[in-house]
């Protein structure tokens, strides 16, 4: 008699257990985007910024949908109607000075990117994915370009 009420307790604590880790793992994850953009021109006249979209927004508004192999429009959406009017903008400093690397632009780049990070960890956000892409050459004559970084956060 004893061996079946600790084997029917032992059960009653898995079922719990398990039900308990299912309830947890059934909150969705929340995501948010934090975009780096530092000019690459060799000019050092470009513009470099660490951007962080203060709107929530809902993509099924802004979509149109193929239903008859036509191409897909929605003119509702057009222009002025597709912005976001609340984001955070730090100013970085632009890779080269002139012509050359600039290394104190790119270490006070990287303190800014870092100090960025940990106030989105402060806030309770995790960093899962880093992403980047550059435009550096477009053909002769071109001394302008861009890296694009994108940190993903979730929590």
Known sequence: MKSHLSYFAILFFLSTYTYAQQADNSAKPEFKIVTIVESISLRGNGES???????EVDDSEYASFKTDGSKAKNRALEGKHI????LEE???????????????????????????????????????????????DAGDGD???????RLFFSK
């Open 49 to 55: 910024r660490i951007i962080d979209s203060q709107t």
């Open 83 to 86: 912005k976001i009017d609340k």
């Open 90 to 136: 730090i100013k970085l400093r632009n890779i080269f000075d002139g012509f050359e690397v600039a290394p104190k632009n790119v270490a006070f780049n990287d303190a800014m990117t870092s100090s960025k990070i940990n106030s989105m960890v402060k806030e309770g956000w995790n960093l899962v994915y880093v992403t980047s892409a550059v435009e550096s």
């Open 143 to 149: 001394l302008n370009g861009i890296l694009i970084t």
